[in-house]
């Protein structure tokens, strides 16, 4: 009998023991949870719930661009009134692309030009044989900073965004006037367009008298870049012709001739030419 009252007293001692663990267990289990009270979101006055979004907590999943900007200053998040974070502004889609309007206006057809010859088709000079070549050559690819082979209205917007005074154009000639060429100003200057584009060109210089001061200059300066002319041709009345020939048909020319004016009165001509 006494081993069985031993065990008895043993078993109420053991449970004794056991009661304030059972205790502390169940005050954990309830209201007074430290844990889930700093992570309940808090209720504002109208009912809503604040704190942050779900789905924000997971991990980025690859191939999704981060809301985080990598780089710059951060600015801080904004609210409405009533405290919630609102989404940022979207950006507007970008529509097509204005063209630029130049405020030059160019007018249709050939300018008034009373100290020129009336207009006359303008010839590229007859080639020489296959067989020569030339002995020093410069090539160009560009007359006025337009290329070969550019069309008149391309041609007419690059001529005005270089800043040169375009004064009319029509299908196949673009007019300009008081254009620099070889440190002269030329007050006379037509660009000449074929079925492939710009290939031809000319400068105009005029006097009212016989003066060969700026055919000489000019040609010495061709000269000596250009070296000797392909041909030179004495012309009627004391004029001059001289023609550079260049690779895959580059030619420039250079005369120097009378002729009568649209308005009236005889003038003496210089006249420069690239082409191909």
């Known amino acids: 009998m006494q081993k069985i009252y031993?065990?008895?007293a043993i078993l109420l001692l053991c449970?004794?023991?056991?009661?304030p663990?059972?205790?502390?267990?169940?005050?954990?289990?309830?209201?007074?949870?430290?844990?889930?009270?700093?992570?309940?979101?808090?209720?504002?006055r109208n009912g809503k719930k604040h704190g942050s979004r779900p789905g924000n907590n997971r991990p980025q999943q690859p191939g999704r661009p981060d809301n985080k900007k990598p780089h710059g200053p951060q600015r801080p998040p904004?609210?409405?009134?009533?405290?919630?974070?609102?989404?940022?502004?979207?950006?507007?889609?970008?529509?097509?692309?204005?063209?630029?309007?130049?405020?030059?206006?160019?007018?249709?057809?050939?300018?008034?030009?009373?100290?020129?010859?009336?207009?006359?088709?303008?010839h590229r000079p007859a080639?020489?044989?296959?067989?020569?070549?030339?002995?020093?050559?410069?090539?160009?690819?560009?007359?006025?900073?337009?290329?070969?082979?550019?069309t008149v209205n391309l041609s007419i917007n690059a001529l005005i965004n270089n800043g040169y005074n375009v004064s009319g154009y029509d299908n196949n000639v673009v007019y300009l006037a008081n254009v620099p060429m070889l440190n002269y100003s030329w007050p006379?200057?037509?660009?000449?367009?074929?079925?492939?584009?710009?290939?031809?060109?000319?400068?105009?210089?005029?006097?009212?008298?016989y003066n060969l001061g700026r055919y000489n200059a000019v040609y010495n300066s061709l000269t000596s870049?250009?070296?000797?002319?392909?041909?030179?041709?004495?012309?009627?009345?004391?004029?001059r012709r001289a023609v550079w020939w260049g690779n895959?048909?580059?030619?420039?020319?250079?005369?120097?001739?009378?002729?009568?004016?649209?308005?009236?009165?005889?003038n003496y001509y210089t006249t420069l030419s690239f082409g191909r």
């Open 78 to 122: 904004q609210g409405n009134h009533h405290g919630q974070p609102q989404r940022p502004p979207q950006r507007p889609k970008p529509g097509p692309q204005a063209t630029p309007h130049h405020h030059h206006h160019v007018n249709y057809g050939r300018p008034h030009r009373p100290n020129m010859p009336p207009p006359r088709p303008y």
């Open 188 to 209: 006379v200057a037509n660009l000449h367009y074929g079925n492939a584009g710009l290939d031809g060109s000319e400068f105009v210089y005029y006097t009212s008298g």
């Open 127 to 150: 080639p020489p044989p296959p067989s020569w070549h030339p002995h020093s050559w410069r090539p160009f690819r560009s007359i006025l900073g337009v290329a070969l082979g550019t």
């Open 21 to 44: 663990c059972t205790e502390a267990r169940g005050r954990n289990n309830g209201q007074d949870k430290p844990e889930q009270h700093q992570t309940r979101p808090t209720q504002s």
């Open 225 to 239: 870049a250009y070296g000797r002319p392909y041909a030179v041709q004495n012309l009627a009345g004391g004029g």
């Open 6 to 8: 031993r065990t008895i």
């Open 248 to 266: 895959d048909g580059q030619y420039i020319t250079l005369s120097f001739g009378s002729g009568y004016a649209a308005g009236g009165g005889l």
């Open 15 to 19: 449970g004794a023991l056991c009661a």
